[in-house]
Antibody
Framework: QVHLQESGPGLVKPSQTLSLTCSVS??????????WNWIRQPPGKGLEWIGY???????SYNPSLRSRLTISIDTSNSHFSLSLSSLTAADTAVYYC?????????????????????WGRGTTVTVSS | EIVLTQSPGTLSLSPGERATLSCRAS???????VAWYQHKPGQAPRLLIY???SRATGIPDRFSGRGSGTDYTLTISRLEPEDFAVYYC??????????FGGGTKVEIK
């Protein structure tokens, strides 16, 4: 069974950089059929997609966070990480990591998406001095 | 940028009733790659539907999705007590690559 677990500091000061890690067990991270996502939910608000990384290092970021965001992957140690700089109170949220499932059709090269199918339980991050 | 608008914001229904949730995209969703998630407080979101109508593994058949282009619907045919939660639609393939709607809360009437 695939399991994802977020880890990182619960409290970070404004202007600092948040570093979170998602540990993956029960599945190989070296598959073209999966990419690895970060999503967050601020208090009282909805879900916000942060970005993803695929095996080989291909990334896609939410434009609203791109200038402050880096997502990296370490497939040999089965984890991927998020680094978000210049934090403000607006970055206070529950942060989730999630695997997505996708398939690229060889003939058309269209990528079909099968959803964010495995999620971590989430970790609460508070930005406060 | 694709913006997903969900309606209504809150749906007040009784167990056994039918729930119909709407998700409208500001532009056509590529390949109709729309997914739906159920989210309960303190839990991780749960994938229900992908590709606008395909049920994820283990999802009961009372959950169904349909739609194409810019209009998508999640229907829960008969609400069970465990179905009261917040539901999000999500698109893939636009700009940004993924995005969520604002959510619909299904609450007990």
């Amino acid at each position: 069974q695939v399991h994802l677990q977020e880890s990182g500091p619960g409290l970070v000061k404004p202007s600092q950089t948040l570093s979170l890690t998602c540990s993956v067990s029960g599945a190989s991270m070296s598959s073209s059929r999966n990419c690895w996502n970060w999503i967050r939910q601020p208090p009282g608000k909805g879900l916000e997609w942060i970005g993803y990384i695929c095996d080989g290092g291909t990334t896609s970021y939410n434009p609203s966070l791109r200038s402050r965001l880096t997502i990296s992957i370490d497939t040999s140690n089965s984890h991927f990480s998020l680094s978000l700089s210049s934090l403000t109170a607006a970055d206070t949220a529950v942060y989730y990591c999630a695997r997505d499932a996708r398939r690229k059709q060889a003939l058309t090269r269209i990528t079909y998406f099968y959803g964010l199918d495995v999620w971590g339980r989430g970790t609460t991050v508070t930005v406060s001095s | 940028e694709i913006v997903l608008t969900q309606s209504p914001g809150t749906l007040s229904l009784s167990p056994g009733e039918r729930a119909t949730l709407s998700c409208r995209a500001s532009q056509s969703v590529r390949n109709d790659d729309v997914a739906w998630y159920q989210h309960k407080p303190g839990q991780a979101p749960r994938l229900l539907i992908y590709g606008s109508f395909s049920r994820a593994t283990g999802i009961p058949d009372r959950f169904s999705g349909r739609g194409s282009g810019t209009d998508y619907t999640l229907t829960i045919s008969r609400l069970e007590p465990e179905d009261f939660a917040v539901y999000y639609c999500q698109q893939f393939g636009g700009s940004p690559a993924l995005s969520f709607g604002g959510g619909t809360k299904v609450e007990i009437k």
